[in-house]
């Protein structure tokens, strides 16, 4: 039980935390996703504007002349136009077209639009429109535009701002596009953008910024699989300190249980043994039966919180042999079937043959027993009762079915395997019990590393207890 403790504590953290780091990285890849797509849309809305070029957004732009003050900008470096240049309609300065010294707009705000553009002539810099209108932004976009037909279709393209993609692929990019009836999406790396009037498809190169996405994430899970396997190699290493308190308390109750019981033996035989004295010199009254009858009860009671104990010991030495499986399921049940055409019950068994497994013959034996006598004691008169034995390849399935005087529901078949449980249906009847047996049967299978379980069927007036042997341990 310690180890399955400790097994489930380490799954249990291991699962948080991989839960927690799924959330982090996953929001943070969102994140930087939809940070990488609206700067391209923000970049196609531009091209949008331009008509195709960042002229009104960043005049220098490649392709697009020189803003006045730059190199190789007309009027060099007192940015005017030069002779017989015209500036732009609405440019500060009139026909000189000039910045004054400091960078600024002599009269306000310059053209809509227009990098710089301040009111008050404040000065132009370039980081107040950092990833928005960045001045590098038009050297490193590579973009494309296809135009659409009426019906649709692409008609043409323009490939010169992009080296990597022919204008036979644009125009495929481009009916791809148009086909998907989305105003923005992805066609593979390209990014597009339909113009408002329905007539371009603008395709913006995010290949550089993709792949930057998937190194960070990348690098990111690897990051994070690193940081598990270390928590993993820190809890294996940590949990036997962590559970050693509730190891230490479970040990001792096992031993004072173990102990109470070999304690409690020699004075019930004694009381026993005082009983039947009693009834040889003074005879038999109501008295001494009801000694004789309670110290049986506390025997028993004994006996079962010793087994039980026993067989929740991990390390406990087991005779571990190969037995026939259908074999012992005809001979658990054919004692039954006299107990069953008394109490006018019926037994069925259905059991297949051949099914042989390796384990502790005597608790296997002990499983089917306790099933059994379960089914008979808690099913009504004229109830049914099947045992059902089948083979699953490597495992083998036992089912021991009864009908019951009252509905069982779900919850009770929860707690079923809980130490002195017992439902109403099961205080009810007649054979009373401590409420250990399935509890025993329970270790006995967690023993044999397998599984046990109870649900209603037949709308909840039967009870199927189904367990789950593996061939070989």
């Known amino acids: 039980m310690i180890n399955r403790l400790r097994r489930n504590f380490v799954l249990v953290a291991m699962l948080s935390l991989l839960l927690v780091l799924a959330v982090i990285l996953g929001t943070s890849g969102l994140v930087n996703y939809l940070s990488l797509t609206r700067r391209a849309d923000q970049t196609l809305e531009m091209l949008e504007n331009g008509e195709g070029g960042f002229g009104q ?105 992009i080296a990597a993609v022919t204008e036979a692929e644009a125009l495929e990019l481009g009916e791809k596009a148009a086909a998907t009836g989305r105003r923005k999406g992805f066609e593979g790396v390209y990014r597009f953008r339909l113009s408002a009037d329905g007539a371009t498809l603008w395709f913006l190169d995010c290949s550089s910024e993709l792949s930057s996405f998937r190194g960070d994430l990348r690098n990111g899970i690897l990051i994070a699989l690193g940081g598990l396997a270390a928590v993993l190699i820190l809890l294996i290493l940590l949990s036997g300190r962590i559970v050693r308190p509730l190891a230490e308390s479970y040990e001792k109750q096992k031993r004072f249980i173990t102990n109470a019981g070999h304690e409690l033996k020699t004075p019930l035989a004694i009381i026993n043994a005082d009983t039947e004295v009693l009834e040889l010199d003074i005879g038999g009254n109501e008295f001494l039966t009801d000694i004789r009858r309670q110290t049986g009860k506390l025997s028993a009671l004994t006996a079962d919180l010793i087994t039980l104990s026993r067989m929740e010991e991990e390390n406990r030495p087991r005779i571990l042999t190969v037995f026939s499986l259908s074999r012992m399921a005809e001979e658990a049940s054919d004692p039954y079937r006299a107990a069953a055409m008394s109490a006018g019950k019926t037994l069925k068994k259905e059991i297949a043959e051949g099914v042989d497994m390796q384990g502790d013959e005597a608790a296997v034996a002990q499983i089917f027993g306790i099933l059994l006598d379960n089914a008979f004691k808690y099913s009504p008169e004229n109830g049914t009762v099947t045992v059902r034995l089948e083979d699953q390849g490597r495992s083998a399935l036992i089912t021991v079915e009864n009908d019951t005087a009252e509905p069982v529901t779900r919850e009770e078949c929860d707690r079923m395997f809980e130490r002195f449980y017992r439902g109403d249906a099961a205080r009810s009847a007649s054979g009373g019990g401590f409420g250990l047996g399935l509890a025993i049967a329970s270790a006995a299978v967690s023993a044999h590393k397998g599984k046990i379980g109870a649900e209603p069927v037949k709308d909840g007036r039967a009870l199927a207890v189904r367990v789950v042997l593996p061939k070989n341990l």
Do not use: H, I
């Open 57 to 161: 957004m960043f005049p220098g732009g490649p392709g697009q002349g020189a803003y006045p003050g730059s190199p190789g900008a007309p009027g060099g470096s007192q940015g005017t136009f030069g002779e017989g240049s015209e500036p732009p309609e609405g440019f500060p300065g009139g026909s000189q077209g000039f910045y004054e010294d400091d960078g600024s707009f002599p009269d306000g705000p310059g053209p809509e639009g227009f990098p710089g553009s301040r009111p008050g002539g404040e000065q132009y810099r370039s980081d107040d429109l950092a990833g928005r209108m960045n001045a590098e932004l038009p050297y490193r976009s590579r973009y494309f535009s296809v135009a659409l037909a009426s019906d649709g279709t692409a008609s043409s393209a323009d490939t010169d701002r």
